[in-house]
C-alpha cells in the first residue's frame, strides 16, 4: 500500500462529524506514526521528502472528504506544522548520531595514533636492554643514532593523514 | 572460409579451442567455418565503425582496441581490449543496433567475419551456443560494470594496479621470481590511460613510481610485475605484506 | 497473498502473475505454454518498501519483478560511500549477472516501493533458458541494452560533468507529453527520488546534485510537480547535453 492509500484509510476511520478536537487530535496521532515512518524508510529507499510528503498530504485531503471545507483547511495547516516538527525531531537524532559516531572515530583516531608512537619506543627499550644484556658496547653507542631516527620517525608518523588532521 | 583454403585447418583448430565455440559438434563448427570469410586489419590501422554495425567478427590472432571518443574534447577511453576469441561488435549482434565505436589494430589482427543477421541467425539456429555465450556476455558485462564504478570509488594508481594485476600471470618465474603480464604488456601509457579513464601523463608519473618501488619492471621492452604482494597491497589497502629495509 | 507461495493455475494469483508477466517486454512474445512452465517454476514473493535484501538471494535465485522498483546499490568497502547504477522495475531480472555466469555479484539490493516478484532457483531459470531458444530473441536484446547502460555509465564518469550526467539521466527517464496541452513532460522511475539517490545514480554527492538541480528549476528546465520531478523544457535539457545542438 502506498502511504497516500496508507493515511487515507487510516483518516477516513474518524468520523466526519466527531469534534474538531478530537478530529485534529487522530491526525496528529496517525502524522506522527506514519510520516516518522515514511522519512525512516526514504533514507533506505531515496525517495525525496518532497515526493513523500506531497503524496501523505494528497492522502490526507482524501481521507478528510465529508469534513467541513474550514476544517480540513486548519487540519492541513496544523498537519504541516506537525510534520516541519517531525523533520527537524528527526534531523536532530541523526546529526546527533552522527556527532556521536564522529567522536568515537576521533577517540579511536587519537589512541590509534598514541598507540602506535608506543611501539616505536618500545622497540627502543627492547633495542637498549638487549645491547644491555648481551654486553654489546658498540651496538650500545650506535643506538643514539637508532634513537635520532626514532624521533624523527614519531614526528613524521601522521604525515599521511596531516592534511585531515 | 571454403575447405580448398590453406588456412581452413589451422582455423578450424583455433574455433574449436576458442571457448565461445568448444561446446559446438564437429558439423555446426564446419556449417559456421563455411559462412565465415577471413580478413586482416595491419597493426595502427583504424576499422571504420560501421563495420560492427554490419558484420560480426571473431578475431583469431591479435588485438583490438575498442575505443569511444568524446565527440566535445576528443578525448578517448578504451574499456575493451579484444583478443583471440572475442567477438566484436557484441553490442550490435546482442540487439542488432549501431555501436559507435573506434577500434583499433593493436597488432596485425586477423579475423573472420559473416553478415551480421547472419550471426545473429546462427545464434538462434544453436542454441547450445547460448552455454558458453551467456557466461562470456557475464564477464563482459562484469568487466564493463567495474570500469565504471572503479571510476567514482577508486583513485587512478588503484585503477591502473587493478588492470595490471588483471592481466599478470600469478605463476611466477622459477629464475627471478617474476610475474608474466599478459595482453598490455606492450602497450603505451596513452592505450594503458585510455583503459582506465585516465591521462597519460597522470599514468606516466604512476608507472614510474611503481619502478621506482619495485613493484614492476620493463623486461625486454615488455611490462612484467617485479613483486606481486605489494601490487596487491596497492588495490587492498588492508593487505599486510612484508617491508624491506628502509633507506632512511 | 503468502510468502513464497507457489503459482499454480488454482490460486488466484496465478492470473494476476501471467497479466503482468506478459506485460514486460522481455516475456511478452512467449506463447502461453512457456509462460506457464515460468511461472510452474516460481513462487510470488514480497519484499517491503526499504528491505534491504541479501545479496545471497541472488546467487541462489533467478526473480522477475512484476511490481515496484529494486535499487542496486555497489559500496565502496573502504570509504562506504555508495553508487547505485541500476534501478530495475517491473519485467527486469535480478541478478542478470549471475543468471548468465553463475559467479557472484556483490550489490545491495534495496526495495523502493514493496515489490512483487517471481522468484524460481537459479539452475532452474538457466535450464529454462536453455531450454527455450525462442526465449533469446527478447533476452539478447534485453543484455544489450543492459551493456549499453553501463557503458554509458561508464564513459559519462570520464567524459562528463555532474551537470550533464544529471541532465543524460533525466532525459534517459523522461516521457512524451501525456496531453499536447500539458506543461511539462513526465519522468519515470526517478521522479520521485532524493538528491543523494539521484547522486548515487550519476556517481556524484548529494551537494553538488542539489546545486544542479536548483539550477536546473531556476533555468525552467525542470520542475516539481506534486513533488515530483517534470520536464519543463526538453530542448533546453538536450542543450545541456550535446551543447552543439542549436536551440
Not at chain 2, 542454441?127 to 558485462?141: C, I, R, S, V
Amino acid at each position: 500500500m502506498s502511504y497516500k492509500e496508507e493515511i487515507q484509510e487510516m483518516v477516513q476511520k474518524i468520523p466526519a462529524s466527531a469534534d474538531p478536537k478530537e478530529v485534529e487530535a487522530h491526525v496528529t496521532e496517525i502524522l506522527n506514526t506514519l510520516y516518522t515512518r515514511a522519512l525512516a524508510e526514504s533514507k533506505k529507499t531515496g525517495h525525496s521528502v518532497e515526493s513523500i510528503t506531497y503524496e501523505i498530504l494528497e492522502g490526507l485531503e482524501e481521507g478528510l472528504k465529508g469534513h467541513d471545507k474550514e476544517e480540513i483547511e486548519t487540519i492541513l495547516h496544523n498537519a504541516s506544522e506537525t510534520i516541519t516538527n517531525l523533520i527537524h525531531s528527526c534531523a536532530q537524532e541523526s546529526i546527533f548520531r552522527s556527532n556521536k559516531n564522529l567522536q568515537v572515530a576521533t577517540e579511536k583516531l587519537k589512541e590509534t595514533i598514541a598507540a602506535e608512537k608506543a611501539h616505536l619506543l618500545e622497540s627502543m627499550e627492547a633495542f637498549k636492554a638487549f645491547a644491555a644484556d648481551h654486553k654489546h658496547p658498540e651496538l650500545t653507542q650506535k643506538l643514539h643514532e637508532t634513537e635520532t631516527k626514532v624521533k624523527h620517525l614519531l614526528k613524521t608518523i601522521t604525515d599521511k593523514i596531516k592534511e585531515h588532521l | 572460409m571454403s575447405s580448398d583454403d590453406p588456412f581452413y585447418k589451422q582455423t578450424l583448430n583455433t574455433l574449436k579451442h576458442n571457448i565461445l565455440f568448444n561446446q559446438l559438434d564437429q558439423k555446426t563448427l564446419e556449417g559456421l567455418l563455411a559462412k565465415l570469410k577471413p580478413v586482416q586489419w595491419k597493426k595502427g590501422e583504424t576499422i571504420d565503425s560501421e563495420i560492427g554495425t554490419k558484420y560480426c567478427h571473431i578475431i583469431i590472432e591479435g588485438r583490438l582496441k575498442v575505443t569511444h571518443i568524446d565527440p566535445e574534447t576528443g578525448r578517448t577511453v578504451a574499456p575493451f581490449l579484444l583478443s583471440e576469441g572475442d567477438i566484436f561488435d557484441v553490442f550490435s549482434l546482442l540487439d542488432g543496433e549501431e555501436h559507435i565505436v573506434f577500434p583499433i589494430a593493436m597488432d596485425n589482427v586477423s579475423a573472420l567475419y559473416l553478415p551480421l543477421e547472419e550471426a545473429r541467425q546462427c545464434i538462434a539456429e544453436h542454441p547450445e551456443f547460448n552455454k558458453q555465450f551467456l557466461p562470456y556476455l557475464g564477464n563482459m558485462m562484469r568487466q564493463i560494470e567495474h570500469f565504471g564504478i572503479s571510476q567514482i570509488f577508486d583513485d587512478t594508481i588503484t585503477r591502473l594496479a587493478n588492470l595490471i594485476l588483471r592481466h599478470t600471470h600469478p605463476e611466477k618465474d622459477p629464475h627471478d621470481g617474476h610475474c608474466e603480464v599478459r595482453l598490455i604488456n606492450n602497450l603505451s601509457h596513452e592505450s594503458l590511460a585510455e583503459m582506465i579513464g585516465s591521462v597519460r601523463s597522470v599514468v606516466s608519473a604512476q608507472m614510474h613510481k611503481l619502478k621506482e618501488e619495485e613493484i614492476i619492471l620493463s623486461k625486454r621492452g615488455h611490462l612484467a610485475v617485479k613483486n606481486l604482494e605489494k601490487l596487491i597491497q596497492k588495490i587492498d589497502k588492508f593487505h599486510c605484506v612484508e617491508n624491506k629495509p628502509s633507506s632512511l | 497473498m503468502r510468502q513464497g507461495q507457489t503459482v499454480t493455475k488454482e490460486n488466484s494469483h496465478y492470473n494476476e502473475a501471467d497479466a503482468l508477466l506478459q506485460n514486460a517486454p522481455l516475456f511478452r512474445g512467449l506463447d502461453t505454454q512457456s509462460r506457464e512452465d515460468i511461472l510452474s517454476r516460481c513462487r510470488i514473493i514480497t519484499w517491503r518498501r526499504s528491505e534491504e535484501i541479501d545479496h545471497e538471494e541472488g546467487m541462489k535465485y533467478c526473480h522477475i519483478i512484476l511490481k515496484g522498483r529494486l535499487k542496486i546499490t555497489q559500496i565502496d568497502p573502504v570509504t562506504g560511500r555508495s553508487i547505485a547504477p541500476f534501478l530495475l522495475a517491473p519485467g527486469d531480472i535480478y541478478d542478470v549477472f549471475t543468471l548468465l555466469d553463475g559467479k557472484e555479484h556483490i550489490v545491495f539490493p534495496i526495495a523502493m516501493d514493496n515489490v512483487t516478484a517471481l522468484r524460481a532457483p537459479l539452475e532452474q531459470a538457466r535450464e529454462w533458458i536453455e531450454t527455450h531458444p525462442k526465449f533469446n530473441e527478447a533476452f539478447l536484446p534485453y543484455l544489450g541494452n543492459m551493456m549499453r547502460h553501463l557503458e554509458a555509465f561508464g564513459e559519462s564518469m570520464v567524459f562528463d560533468d555532474t551537470a550533464t550526467r544529471l541532465a543524460k539521466l533525466i532525459l534517459k527517464h523522461a516521457l512524451p507529453k501525456t496531453d499536447e496541452s500539458d506543461t511539462h513532460y513526465p519522468v519515470k522511475l526517478i521522479n520521485t527520488l532524493s538528491h543523494e539517490s539521484l547522486a548515487e545514480m550519476i556517481g556524484s554527492v548529494r551537494s553538488v546534485v542539489s546545486t544542479q538541480i536548483q539550477k536546473l528549476k531556476k533555468e525552467e528546465v525542470i520542475l516539481s510537480t506534486r513533488g515530483q520531478l517534470a520536464v519543463k523544457n526538453l530542448e533546453r535539457l538536450l542543450h545541456k547535453i550535446d551543447r552543439h545542438q542549436t536551440l
